[in-house]
């Protein structure tokens, strides 16, 4: 069963950034892209982008233009989100998930990223 | 962007009863709308893709349809392990997924 595993939570002040990982079978990273999408608490989900880790090919929600970095590592079968610039409304747990295609199955369990003064 | 409209925003049901939940899609995204469950503290599951193909696992009692802008989840006798927020997602754009607001289901 193909399993995502990511990285723990992270707090940080406002005007700092973020760096959080997500590690997927070989498989995965040579067939499928890797989204990811973000829950602030109590909220729904948001879509933020994604990678195509065997073409370094990503693309980003444009609410995110300018803060929002995607990247992989096929060596270690690993991507990673980078978000900048960070506010207290990023606060969230942010999911990566095997993207099939614009279905994502299955998801990682999630890493809480909390901004904060 | 696509936005996707979800309803109605609860519902309470009691165990053993049907429920239909709903879906609009702002244009037509053809049948590419997938459907999450998501329970408290755990990551959303596939439960339904192209509109109304099972994923892998998921109870028959879970059935999707609709095509265009029009949309609908149904739950078949409903258990008590349904509880959950069901989220519709349209991939019809590959620059922009999007997700509608959810549906949360509780049991009477």
């Known amino acids: 069963q193909v399993q995502l595993v990511q990285s723990g939570a992270e707090v940080r002040v406002p005007g700092s950034s973020v760096k959080i990982s997500c590690e997927a079978p070989a498989g995965t990273f040579k067939t499928h892209a890797i989204t990811w999408v973000r829950q602030a608490p109590g909220q729904g989900l948001e879509w933020m982008g994604r990678?195509?880790?065997?073409?370094?090919?990503?693309n980003h929600a444009q609410k995110f233009q300018g803060r929002v970095l995607m990247t992989a590592n096929t060596s270690s079968t690993t991507a990673y989100l980078e978000l900048s610039s960070l506010r207290a409304d990023d606060t969230a747990v942010y999911f990566c998930?095997?993207?099939?295609?614009?279905?994502?199955?299955?998801w990682g369990l999630g890493t809480l990223v909390t901004v904060s003064s | 962007e696509i936005l996707m409209t979800q309803s109605p925003a609860t519902l309470s049901v009691s165990p053993g009863d049907g429920v239909t939940l709903f879906c609009r899609a702002s244009q037509s995204i053809v049948t590419n709308l997938a459907w999450y469950q998501q329970k408290p503290g755990q990551p959303p599951r596939l439960l339904i893709y192209s509109a109304s193909t099972r994923a892998t696992g998921i109870p028959a009692r879970f059935s999707g349809a609709g095509s265009g802008t029009e949309f609908t989840l149904t739950i078949s006798s409903l258990q008590s392990e349904d509880s959950a927020v069901y989220y519709c997602?349209?991939?019809?754009?590959?620059?922009?997924?999007?997700f509608g607001q959810g549906t949360k289901v509780a049991i009477k």
């Open positions: 997602q349209q991939y019809n754009d590959w620059r922009m997924y999007s």
């Open positions: 990678i195509i880790p065997l073409r370094d090919v990503a």
């Open positions: 998930a095997r993207d099939r295609t614009g279905v994502f199955d299955p």
